[in-house]
């Protein structure tokens, strides 16, 4: 961006309404007018990786990266509520706006951080001993109250922060790398802190129309000290928070939405961390297989190799978990199963949950050992490396949906899910492949469930969710959803279902928030409530293969109950296109409809309709 970097003039002005004035533009940084600041082209790859240790995560964007993210500390509240969202909130955050616009004059309108544009605040500062990147912002005096932000760091996403007042900050989110969108995730810290103080974020370039942090979601905060001192790691936090659609104007159409939350900090001079959820990033992953490996029991139950090299140049692992000091003959008659995770960067909880089925796969239990004992696991726990290392919410380098690409991936752009696709179709080739799933978070409902695809098998797709409710307290079935949009049909799992012919293919989701029913209604979920849902798609993988198969029979009994099968009826449908010549000699297409009989599935139960 051009123009004093010091100013938000640049960035923004508000309107009669107290909101962001509609016709205001972000200049890019090639000067030109847009909604917001897009992030800076790629640069190849095959050059940075010359410069950076091997083993170290890449970011292929040219952009530097501090090696600063706080440790995760398994410490964590087995219960934290969510938030009850006061009934005047949406007036108050209005009311508020319409302040700004009355008292323009007392607004700082400060820009104290940007990730990209250089700073005006440190260009006399030495850089840290330690190498680090100097700060944006450096306090005038001990007097100066103003935060001291960073996000380039592993997952961090913050574009830029404008102070508004004292305590209160506007903030900008980077958009995946390539897009002009999907601003969702963020993490970043603040240091500079004052005891006690309170403090309030407007997130002002929010993509979707709803969130459930109008339904009491709170933020995720860590405390450096308080991780010194108290052995204490992330935390569910923040009061007053509301999320609405605000007045600025994307310019593919329609308008941006503001989170707001406050958080209070309690420690004088402290690094705290704010995060959409809990962060696991791709070093997080490798520092864990690397302990996995270690381990001289588990080595023998895991295989880790390089299913490719991403965009960027990182690894994309894949695992396979079996009992390998077996005879030949007892291998190949292993059944198998392709589980996947993290293909959307910003769904962190997906990772939670692989976690667990991994730890569960490679633990010394006898169900662990029975499943190793019946099946190979091939596991890819993390489709999209750069997308979680550069701290996008659903993309990767590309600027693609890599969950949109399965149909037909490109060797180059899309390589995870090329490679993957490859991988599964050779392992088709080598095994009966029962089961695919591929993990994810969601953004807008609540509770852990399943999508499922449907096809002429009766209620078979369904028997593996309903037993993943027999098992997990916290899984709903009633959430499940069985179906091919139209708008999905590239997705995983309706392409492994349609072209690999793999009847249980699933797509796991989990609430970013938490339940809404049982023992942890209205409570968030957190990183052992995630792991514990892989523990349970391991014990539902058991009651599906069982040889007395007497839970999958009770699931059937109850599914035939719930939805009661196909029904054969005529539907007129239009099936091909005939071309018709005309008197004149010219040819023309025209649709043929004819009356055809289809078995059409029933989609709800019973208690549905």
Known sequence: MEGDATKATDLISYNSKGGVNPQTQILDEDGKGDSFPSPLPLISYYEQRKVQDPSAAKTGTGLPMLNNSPEFIPDVEPYEAVAVPRESILEDCIRRETERLAYQETLLNKVVYDCIDPSPFNQDKEPPANGDLKPFYYPVDPADTTLVFESRFESGNLRRAIQIYEFEYDLILKSDYNTRGNTQWYYFSISNTKANQTYRFNIINMMKPDSLYNAGMK?????????????????????????????????????????????????????????????????????????????????????????????????????????????????????????????????????????????????????????????????????????????????????????????????????????????????????????????????????????????????????????????????????CVFGMQKTKESTARIVIYREMGIINSFTLESSFCGANYGKHADFHFNPEHLQEVGHDFCDAILDFCDPDQIKVRMAIEELDILFPGTEEEEVEEIVEDVVIEEDNGKKKKKKKKVVVKKKVSTTKSKKEK
């Open 219 to 479: 933020t995720c905060v860590y405390s450096t000290k308080d991780a010194e001192n108290f052995h204490k790691g992330w935390r569910r936090d923040g009061f007053d928070i509301c999320y609405y659609q605000n007045n600025m104007k994307k310019k593919i159409g329609g308008y941006y939405y503001t989170l707001t939350f406050a958080i209070t900090v309690t420690n004088e001079k402290d690094t705290v961390y704010i995060a959409h959820c809990y962060p696991y990033t791709y070093s997080d992953l490798n520092k864990y297989l690397n302990l996995l490996l270690a381990d001289p029991k588990k080595r023998n139950r895991i295989r880790r190799k390089t299913l490719c090299q991403t965009v960027a140049g990182n690894s994309c692992d894949v695992l396979t978990i079996t009992s390998f000091l077996t005879e030949a003959e007892s291998f190949r008659a292993r059944k198998g199963i392709a589980l996947f995770a993290r293909v959307h960067p910003g769904e962190t909880n997906s990772s939670w949950m692989m976690k667990g089925l991994i730890d569960y796969l490679t633990g010394p239990t006898l169900d662990a050992k029975i499943l190793r004992d019946n099946f190979i696991f091939k596991i890819i726990p993390m489709l999209n490396p750069d997308g979680v290392i550069n701290g996008s919410y659903r993309c990767g380098l590309a600027g693609v949906d890599l969950n949109r690409c399965w149909a037909e991936p490109s060797r180059k752009l899309h390589p995870t899910i090329f490679n993957a696709k490859a991988m599964l179709k050779q392992f088709c080739s080598e095994a009966e492949v029962v089961l695919t799933c591929d993990f994810h978070g969601h953004s807008r409902k609540k509770n852990i469930f399943m999508y499922g695809c449907v096809g002429k098998n009766g209620n078979k797709e369904k028997i593996f969710p309903k037993l993943m409710e027999k098992t997990s307290e916290i899984f709903s079935f009633s959430d």
